[in-house]
């Protein structure tokens, strides 16, 4: 394995960081891992679900934005979320330009799951399998994609989740594409409310379920 790591600036003049894992093979596929405020590709969900991605010969995608930086304490929500789709497109684009990818898994967290609705339009995506961790289902960019994506896709949110509806959940359910999960006494940090070793749990069915989604598109794929 080999990582390259590399930095675009932005038009406002902002650092983003990202790296490039590559096999040891070439390989026609890529991970791409959009990780939310606070929640770094270096966080257990990211991580595992890259290692058991790597062993299947992707190559790994991680877009490492930080909106914690003072650099955007005068940004409102709005203006944080046009950023994150601005900034993932431009590494995105910079991969991509002369690459052979040619299949594509798209895992993403939290506001993350803003610049996964707005890469979904891109059409060397059109194949793409999808994860949705924790989405922001009340954000009406990100609700349309999951319900309108044909592809198979999966999604995990808890039902003590700032951002859970069971409405718009119950509408998600008519995408048949869509294997969509609600976590019983999980918050948005994917913590079981009040027990450290049920958060475990948690973590380990979620990758569990990743695991199979991911052995399964490459089967039928």
Do not use: C
Not at 23 to 44: C, E, M, V, W
């Amino acid at each position: 394995m080999k990582t390259i790591n590399r930095t675009i600036t932005t038009d406002k003049g902002q650092a983003i960081n990202y790296s490039l894992v590559l096999n040891q093979d070439q390989t026609r596929k890529l991970a791409i891992f959009l990780p939310g405020i606070g929640y770094t590709a270096k966080s257990p969900l990211f991580h595992y679900t890259e290692r058991l991605l790597a062993e299947q010969e992707y190559d790994i995608l991680r877009i490492n934005y930080d909106y914690t930086n003072p650099l955007y304490d005068e940004y409102t929500m709005a203006e944080i979320d046009e950023a994150v789709k601005h900034d993932v497109k431009q590494v995105i684009d910079q991969v991509l330009k002369g690459s052979l990818y040619e299949k594509f898994f798209l895992v993403a967290k939290s506001l993350g799951t803003i610049a996964l609705a707005n890469e979904l339009e891109r059409k060397k995506f059109k194949g793409a399998k999808t994860v949705w961790l924790t989405p922001l289902i009340k954000h009406e960019d990100v609700f349309r994609a999951m319900k309108q994506y044909p592809n198979p896709a999966l999604s995990f949110i808890g039902n003590k989740d700032h951002y859970y509806d069971r409405g718009r959940m119950e509408e998600l359910q008519a995408n048949k594409e869509l294997d969509s999960h609600v976590l019983k006494d999980v918050n948005h940090g994917m913590d079981f409310i009040g027990d450290p070793l049920k958060s475990i749990d948690v973590l380990k069915d979620v990758i569990t379920d990743i695991h199979a989604f991911s052995k399964k598109s490459i089967e039928h794929a």
